[in-house]
C-alpha cells in the first residue's frame, strides 16, 4: 500500500517533458513574466504605490511558477522515441526506401 503511494508520488513528481514542452515552457514563462511586469509597473506608476507594485509582481510571479514548473501533460504532447535497447536496428530493411527525383532507391 505504502509502495504503491510512492511510486504514484514518484511519478507525479518525476516531471518528464519533451523538448517542445520545454520551448513551449519557456515561452510561457517569458511571455506571462513580461506582461506581469508591464502591469505590475504600469498600476503601481499610474496610482504612486510601489509595494501595490511589488504585490502584483510576486502575485504574477507566482502564478507563473504554478503555470511552468509543474509537468503538466499538455508539456508532453510530443514524446521522444529513443531507439531500442540492445543490438537490434531501428530500422528495417523495408523501411530503408529512399526517393530521390522520384526515383526510388531501396538500400
Do not use: Y
Request: cysteine-free.
Amino acid at each position: 500500500m505504502a509502495e504503491q503511494l510512492l511510486d504514484q508520488i514518484r511519478d507525479a513528481v518525476d516531471g518528464q517533458i519533451d523538448f517542445e514542452g520545454q520551448k513551449l515552457a519557456e515561452l510561457l514563462a517569458t511571455a506571462a513574466l513580461a506582461i506581469v511586469g508591464g502591469v505590475s509597473f504600469l498600476v503601481g506608476f499610474s496610482l504612486q504605490d510601489i509595494t501595490l507594485a511589488l504585490k502584483i509582481g510576486l502575485a504574477g510571479t507566482a502564478l507563473t511558477f504554478l503555470l511552468v514548473v509543474p509537468p503538466w501533460p499538455f508539456f508532453n504532447k510530443h514524446p521522444v522515441r529513443w531507439l531500442p535497447v540492445g543490438g537490434e536496428p531501428a530500422i528495417t530493411s523495408a523501411q530503408q526506401n529512399i526517393v530521390m527525383d522520384e526515383k526510388l532507391f531501396a538500400k
